[in-house]
């Protein structure tokens, strides 16, 4: 079936860095884009990046751009998150999801088939 | 930034009622809206797509409408398993927002 599994969260330091990974099976990698979302504790999703199929084209939200890298590889069917320079306020639970074009007629895309999440905790 | 701005917060409701959540959005997003259902510790799950189709295997008692502005999602006859936090993503332009969520709790 089609799946998501995160990892390479933990607890780190302020201003230290930490690279999540997100490996996909069950679907052709390649022909789709990939999305990191996040949540803080107790607080509501937000979507932190997006990488497009052939990972030619990258967004971030302003508030870690400069700081996060999305990319992935292939080779290995998996997305990653390089988090550099992190803050208090990066502490979350951080979700892949796959950007499925569902409609028939026109194009339409949105995140359907999502992993379980890793959480990022910074913490001095 | 596109601002979702999602109402109620939470609502509480007995099985088998009908319930309405509502997203606004700040400015014309069409059609481009996202409805996701999040259970406790869970991933979010798709339920609406384009504001009002339902995703592959969602139970009909789900429902959205709305474009332009102004969209809701209405659960009808609520079942035990549908007492979750619902949130709505607008996916007109970047960067991608989400509403605040909607919890629904058990009266």
């Known amino acids: 079936q089609e799946q998501l599994v995160e990892s390479g969260g933990g607890v780190v330091q302020p201003g230290r860095s930490l690279r999540l990974s997100c490996e996909a099976s069950?679907?052709?990698?390649?022909?789709?884009?990939l999305h990191w979302v996040r949540q803080a504790p107790g607080k509501g999703l937000e979507w932190v990046a997006v990488?497009?199929?052939?990972?030619?084209?990258?967004l971030l939200v302003d508030s870690v751009k400069g700081r996060f890298t999305i990319f992935r590889d292939k080779s290995k069917n998996t997305l990653y998150l390089q988090m550099n320079r992190l803050r208090h306020e990066d502490t979350a639970v951080y979700y892949c999801?796959?950007?499925?074009?569902?409609?028939?007629?026109?194009?339409?895309?949105?995140?359907?088939?999502w992993g379980k999440g890793t959480t990022v905790t910074v913490s001095s | 930034a596109i601002q979702m701005t999602q109402s109620p917060s939470s609502l509480s409701a007995s099985v088998g009622d009908t319930v309405s959540i509502t997203c606004r959005a700040s400015?014309?997003?069409?059609?481009?809206l996202g409805w996701y259902q999040q259970k406790p510790g869970k991933a979010p799950k798709l339920l609406i797509y384009?504001?009002?189709t339902l995703q592959s295997g969602v139970p009909s008692r789900f429902s959205g409408s709305g474009s332009g502005t102004d969209f809701t999602l209405t659960i009808s006859s609520l079942l035990p398993e549908d007492f979750a936090t619902y949130s709505c993503?607008?996916?007109?332009?970047?960067?991608?927002?989400f509403g605040g969520g909607t919890k629904v709790e058990i009266k």
């Open positions: 999801a796959r950007e499925g074009n569902l409609c028939i007629t026109e194009t339409c895309y949105y995140m359907d088939v």
């Open positions: 069950g679907f052709t990698f390649s022909s789709y884009g």
């Open positions: 990488i497009s199929d052939d990972g030619n084209n990258k």
């Open positions: 400015q014309d997003i069409a059609n481009d």
């Open positions: 384009a504001a009002s």
């Open positions: 993503l607008q996916n007109y332009n970047y960067p991608l927002t």
